[in-house]
Every structure is written in C-alpha cells, then in structure tokens.
C-alpha cells in the first residue's frame, strides 16, 4: 500500500465510482477464497461505505439503505459492518464511530487512518512499521497488546487552502 493518498482525493476530483468498483471486485475474491458469501445487503452496505471518502455512521448508513428497503432495521446494518469488518473490507474509525472503505482490502496491512475535522474525509495509510514498534515496545514491558487503533486527526490539504 502506498503511502502517498492520492491527490485527487485531496482535491475532490476523485472518482469514487472507481474506488466501489475496486472495493466490490475485491470483496468478491476474498469472500470466494474463504468460502463465505457477499450477500445483496452486504454489498449494498460495502457500496454505501465506499461512495465517498468521508466516514459514515451506522445510522447514516441505515438511512441511505432504507431507500432500497424501508423496513431495515438498525441490526442488518451492524450485521453486514461486522462481516465487512472480519472480512477487512471496512475499517472502524473509533474516535467517530463511523466506517470507511479499504482502500487495498486484497494486501494485508496494518492502517492508521487520517481524518480531516474540517471537511470529514478519511484516508487510510499503511502504518506497518509503526504498529511493530509500538508491538516490539509492549513486549519490553511485558505487555501483551489484544487490539491497536491508531487515528489521527487534523486538516487535510484542501481545508488547509481555504
């Protein structure tokens, strides 16, 4: 994964369609290859995560999937996040309690995810050598580490021209 975000991103010329594209291709072969199925809601729950680079609510999300399916409830939603999520697929962006896309689900990686405060748009960079030295350093104290988020927030290069 590269560590550069895309420009285009920054800039708000991207082309999100791509990137439902890319995620949906991506879902298909890692959900063949662990034998398990990408249901019409799960997809439909991946294609609303990856519309934009902004980071959605489970309820927001609700919102938008109740205009195929009225009467969707609160745990469909959570339901197909907690697949996506196993599935690497989506990530969780705890400080928001909101969920953005994989930008590379097929690479395994270890992410830390930038978050613009002012326009809300969410980039994920690979952070790997990080989380092995915060993992090397837990481990010099004896400390065995279940679960590491790492986020930050900020202000992305857009929001900083204006």
Known sequence: MTQNIDSK????????RSCVAHALQAAEKICSKNGVR????????????????????AYELLDLFRQHDPNAKPVTIYRALDFLMEAGLVHKIESLNAFLGCLQPE???????????????AY????????????ALSEGVQFKPQCLTLELHGTCVSCQKT
């Open 124 to 135: 994920e960079i690979d952070a790997t050598p990080v989380y092995e030295s915060l993992f």
């Open 9 to 16: 991103i920054l800039q708000g010329q991207h082309n999100h």
């Open 38 to 57: 990408l249901t019409a809601i799960r997809k439909r729950v991946l294609e609303l995560v990856c519309a934009s680079h902004k980071a959605i609510g």
């Open 107 to 121: 690479v395994q990686h270890k992410s830390v995810i930038l978050i613009c405060d002012q326009c809300k748009n």
